[in-house]
């Protein structure tokens, strides 16, 4: 496609609207802006055209500029709580910093669109200018406003600092990681972070390229509000009646609900059987020393357990790792006295369980030696020492509600 066929041809240049749906309401909620080109019955994306550095910026604008007002002008009729969501490369944003995109979207709030509707969607992975000036540029947007969204995560190493540097309202993630089983574990481990940092500065997330089932629980287990992708609706050059799929998210949210609580009560279920299993073992070793209690551990959870240690409650190692290798257990005398206090949620557990009197088994995550999935059964020995026994994965795969 050359550039020069749609410069001379712009009235064939067209908006199209991909939906974005809401957790809380299962209804439309904002409408993602996307380039189109019709030429000859055919519907051409515009993503190579403002991909393509050998294009100046100013006809970039120019395209884009049409793109914005074709499409805030059909925005005019959508209801008022309707966000619009309009992509923007962070270069061609600074394009005369910023001013003339700012006066279109005055222009159109002259008119009745109240510019908290709209939502800039911020691409700036390859961005080379002064971030310094880019923020700078977006508070002075957020006095009018508009809100600011950040995407994605696919494989750029200053996403979190990005984040940290912009503060958005809205971040974006691409699901397209999930496709693939050497990425998506690791995925999952940042999306995990993603979900955290996202809590702390108060935005919200939002997951595209849905285009499975798995993808829309897989976003919703991990804290998305919004969601958008084929699996949903495809973009359109029409609005959509905006409870189109109310029904149909009210059921798979239903579906997701009914698995995660069948998850969460077999995992409550497993810590009170470790709780009732372990607190009999240490009961009958009251007296007896730590070697002595692992003698009787191993004997009973030989088939659950790798690790087994103790600590006090200011995370200093009391004990040896008993640990199990290829050739059975054996005692790791190089641990005791290491401390685990700065280990995240470690504090937090012991206070808990001294507090409650039992023991708490931890979320899953991966071992930091081992690099297995794992969980962790620990639970207050006496008055001040508590015990830790870490769940092999091949014990979680076979009781896989523990997954």
């Known amino acids: 496609m050359d550039a020069l066929d749609i410069l001379t041809d712009l009235e064939n240049v067209i908006p199209f609207f991909q939906p974005i749906f809401s957790a809380d309401e299962q209804r439309v909620i904002a409408y993602e802006v996307l380039g189109r080109y019709q030429s000859e019955g055919s519907i051409i994306s515009l993503g190579s055209f403002f991909h393509d550095d050998s294009i100046p910026e100013e006809y970039k604008f120019e395209v884009d500029q049409l793109l914005v007002q074709k499409a805030l002008e059909r925005a005019l009729k959508l209801d008022d709580d309707v966000s619009i969501y309009l992509n923007r490369d962070a270069d061609l944003l600074m394009y005369r910093h910023g001013e003339p995109f700012l006066q279109d979207l005055l222009a159109f709030e002259k008119r009745g669109l109240n510019l908290k509707r709209i939502v800039l969607e911020i691409s700036e992975g390859n961005y080379k200018g002064d971030f310094g000036q880019l923020d700078h540029l977006l508070q002075y947007y957020r006095t009018y406003g508009i809100k600011v969204a950040i995407a994605s995560i696919d494989s750029d190493t200053n996403f979190f600092e990005r984040i940290g540097q912009l503060g958005p309202e809205i971040i974006k993630i691409n699901l397209r990681a999930l496709k693939s089983n050497a990425t998506a574990a690791s995925f999952t481990d940042v999306l995990f972070s993603l979900s955290l940092l996202a809590r702390k500065i108060g935005a919200t997330l939002l997951f595209e390229n ?74 009958k070793n009251k007296k007896a020393n730590y070697e002595v209690l692992f003698t009787s551990l191993i004997k009973e959870m030989d088939q659950i357990a790798f690790r087994m240690y103790v600590c006090d409650e200011d995370g200093f190692q009391k004990s040896s790792n008993m640990f199990k290798g290829e050739s059975g257990w054996y005692s790791q005398k190089e641990y005791i006295e290491k401390n685990w206090s700065w280990r995240p949620y470690f504090l937090e557990n012991i206070i808990k369980m001294r507090n409650e009197g039992k023991g708490i088994l931890s979320d899953l995550y991966s071992d930091i030696e081992t690099g297995e999935t794992i969980r962790t059964f620990s639970i207050p020995i006496n008055g001040s020492d508590y015990l830790f026994i870490d769940i092999s994965y091949k014990y979680l795969f076979e009781n896989e509600q523990l997954l």
Request: no cysteine; aromatic share 20%; proline share 3%.
């Open 210 to 283: 849905i285009e499975m089932s798995y993808q829309l629980q897989f976003a919703w287990k991990n804290g998305g509000r919004y969601y958008q992708g084929f699996y949903l609706y495809p973009p359109s050059s029409e609005f959509i009646e905006r409870d189109l799929l109310k029904q149909r998210l009210k059921g798979k949210f239903h579906e997701f609900i009914t698995y995660e609580k069948k998850k969460l009560e077999a995992i409550y279920s497993a810590a009170e059987f470790f709780q009732n299993k372990v607190q009999d073992i240490i009961v």
